[in-house]
């Protein structure tokens, strides 16, 4: 059975800093991707920041120059250091991977149990 855990997420005031962490476990033959996605109250889950094997990482317009992805694919873990965060940050982040488990021949989504981040003073 594949898991992806988060952790990281916290309150923190306007223009400070977070550092999520995901974990995926399990049997697992490849992964292809890992990402964040996030959905604040009342809107839809919306891309974060994605980064495939070896890929150039993709980021929503709105997290661009603030937002760094980054993977050890060694450990099967993707970060999430998040730095001048503003209010409409605020929301809960989930933790993506498409990758193949055993038994299985194609690629599979998996989502994280999400943490939430608060942006307030």
């Known amino acids: 059975q594949v898991q992806l855990v988060e952790s990281g997420g916290g309150l923190v005031q306007p223009g400070g800093s977070l550092r999520l962490s995901c974990a995926a476990s399990?049997?697992?033959?490849?992964?292809?991707?890992m990402g964040w996605y996030r959905q604040a109250p009342g809107k839809q889950r919306e891309l974060v920041a994605t980064?495939?094997?070896?890929?150039?990482?993709i980021y929503a317009d709105s997290v661009k120059g603030r937002f760094t992805i980054s993977r050890d694919t060694a450990k099967n873990m993707v970060y999430l250091q998040m730095n001048s965060l503003k209010a409409e940050d605020t929301a809960v982040y989930y933790c993506?991977?498409?990758?193949?488990?055993?038994?299985?021949?194609?690629?599979?989504?998996?989502w994280g149990q999400g943490t939430q981040v608060t942006v307030s003073s």
């Open positions: 993506n991977a498409g990758l193949i488990p055993w038994g299985v021949v194609v690629t599979t989504f998996y």
């Open positions: 399990g049997r697992i033959v490849r992964i292809d991707s």
């Open positions: 980064i495939g094997t070896g890929g150039r990482p």
